[in-house]
C-alpha cells in the first residue's frame, strides 16, 4: 500500500509534466493537493481493507464471522469451567455452618483464577465437611484447575478452616481463535457433505453447541467419536446428541461408541530476535502462538518449525525459536483421545 509521501510524489510529478513547474506546497494549491493526496490515501487503505476482509482466506473478527454465516457457521463461545469445592472444620462444632452462595475461591499461586459456589451449602452440626457446585469466574481455559490446586478463601465464610478442590475443574474453554473458524469454514467449502466419510461425519458433529471438537473413526461396524465439548456435559447427553446427529447410525449397523478427551497440558520456549527493541513484539508473536495452538485439533501434531515460520511473519521479528519439553524431533505429536492445552509459554526477545 502507498504512503501519503509517495502519493504526494506521484502528483507533484504529474503536475510536473503537465505544466513545467512544480508546485509550491505552502501555497494555495499545495494544500490543496495535499488535501487530495489525504483522500487518496483513505481510498487505498479503505480497499485494502476490503479486499482483506472479502475472502475468508484473509478476513479477520466479525468480518471473518460473516463469512462462517454463509456456511451455517458460527464462532464457539468461550465457557466456564465447572466443578466442585469441599470446605472443611478444622473440628466438629455443635451447630451447623453455612457456605453461601457465591463464596469465592482462588488456585494459591494464581489469584486471578477463582470461582465462585453456585449454591448455598450447610456443614451439619457434628460433620466437618461439605462440597458443594462451582463455576469459574471468568471463562476461559485457564478455569481448568487441576485437582488440590483450588486452596485459598478470597471471602472465607465464618468458621470455614479450608477449601481444596478433589476433583478437578474442567470445561473451560476460550472463545474459537480466527485460525481455527478459518479451517472450519474452509472445510465446509471443501469437504463434500455425503454424510458417509469420517471428515464429513466430523463437520456434522461439529454443529452441535457445546462440540468444541471431536475426531470421528471409523471401523468395519464401529464409529468411534473422540469429543470435548464445553462444560461438563453428561455421556448420556453427548450420546444422545451425537446420534441425532449422525444419521448414519438409524439406517446401518454401526455401532457407536464415545469417548470424552482429556486435557494434555505443554509448555513452549520462545528465543525471538527482533529488530529493536519493542515490547509490542512480544505480544504479537504470543497472540500468533496462541492461536495457531488453540487451532491444533484432536489427533493434530504441533510443529515447532511452523512456530517459528509464524514468529518469524511478525513485523519486527528476525528470527525465532521454538522449544518444548513436550517436542520429539521438533514435533508435539498429538492423540485423539487428549487436546493441547497451552499452560507455559515464555517469550525472550533480544535485538
Given at each position: 500500500m502507498k504512503t501519503m509521501t509517495e502519493i504526494m510524489d506521484e502528483m507533484r510529478a504529474a503536475y510536473f509534466e503537465k505544466t513545467g513547474e512544480n508546485p509550491d506546497?505552502?501555497?494555495?494549491?499545495?494544500?490543496?493537493?495535499?488535501?487530495?493526496?489525504?483522500?487518496?490515501?483513505?481510498?487505498?487503505?479503505?480497499?485494502?481493507?476490503?479486499?482483506?476482509?472479502?475472502?475468508?482466506?484473509?478476513?479477520?473478527?466479525?468480518?471473518l464471522e460473516r463469512h462462517a454465516a454463509l456456511r451455517r457457521l458460527s464462532r464457539k463461545e468461550a465457557a466456564c469451567a465447572e466443578g466442585t469445592l469441599t470446605f472443611s472444620l478444622a473440628a466438629p462444632v455443635l451447630e451447623e455452618v453455612t457456605v453461601p452462595a457465591g463464596t469465592v475461591c482462588a488456585v494459591a499461586d494464581k489469584p486471578f483464577v477463582q470461582f465462585s459456589t453456585t449454591e448455598a451449602a450447610q456443614i451439619a452440626m457434628g460433620e466437618t465437611s461439605v462440597t458443594v457446585s462451582a463455576v469459574a469466574t471468568e471463562p476461559g481455559e485457564d478455569g481448568n484447575a487441576a485437582a488440590g490446586t483450588v486452596t485459598v478463601m478470597v471471602n472465607p465464610p465464618a468458621g470455614v478452616y479450608a477449601v481444596t478442590n478433589e476433583t478437578a475443574f474442567a470445561g473451560g474453554c476460550d472463545a474459537e481463535s480466527d485460525m481455527a473458524l478459518r479451517r472450519r469454514i474452509m472445510d465446509a467449502y471443501r469437504l463434500p457433505q455425503t454424510g458417509y466419510s469420517a471428515a464429513s461425519l466430523r463437520e456434522s458433529l461439529m454443529a452441535i453447541s457445546f462440540m468444541q471438537d471431536c475426531v470421528v473413526q471409523l471401523s468395519q461396524n464401529t464409529i468411534r467419536v473422540y469429543a470435548r465439548t464445553v462444560g461438563n456435559i453428561s455421556t448420556a447427553t453427548l450420546l444422545a446428541a451425537v446420534r441425532e446427529r449422525l444419521a448414519l447410525t438409524k439406517v446401518s449397523p454401526y455401532q457407536l461408541s464415545i469417548y470424552t478427551a482429556s486435557r494434555r497440558p505443554i509448555s513452549l520456549t520462545l528465543t525471538v530476535e527482533t529488530e529493536q527493541e519493542d515490547p509490542a513484539v512480544a505480544e504479537k508473536v504470543e497472540k500468533a502462538v496462541r492461536d495457531y495452538c488453540a487451532s491444533v485439533r484432536l489427533g493434530e501434531n504441533i510443529s515447532l518449525a511452523k512456530i517459528n515460520c509464524l514468529c518469524a511473519g511478525v513485523d519486527g521479528v528476525r528470527y525465532c525459536d521454538a522449544a518444548s519439553p513436550d517436542a520429539l524431533d521438533g514435533m508435539i505429536f498429538g492423540t485423539a483421545d487428549a487436546y493441547f492445552a497451552l499452560t507455559d509459554l515464555q517469550v525472550v526477545c533480544h535485538v
Open positions: 506546497m505552502y501555497s494555495t494549491l499545495g494544500k490543496a493537493l495535499q488535501a487530495a493526496a489525504s483522500e487518496l490515501l483513505s481510498l487505498y487503505v479503505y480497499s485494502d481493507f476490503v479486499l482483506r476482509e472479502a475472502f475468508p482466506q484473509t478476513a479477520e473478527g466479525e468480518w
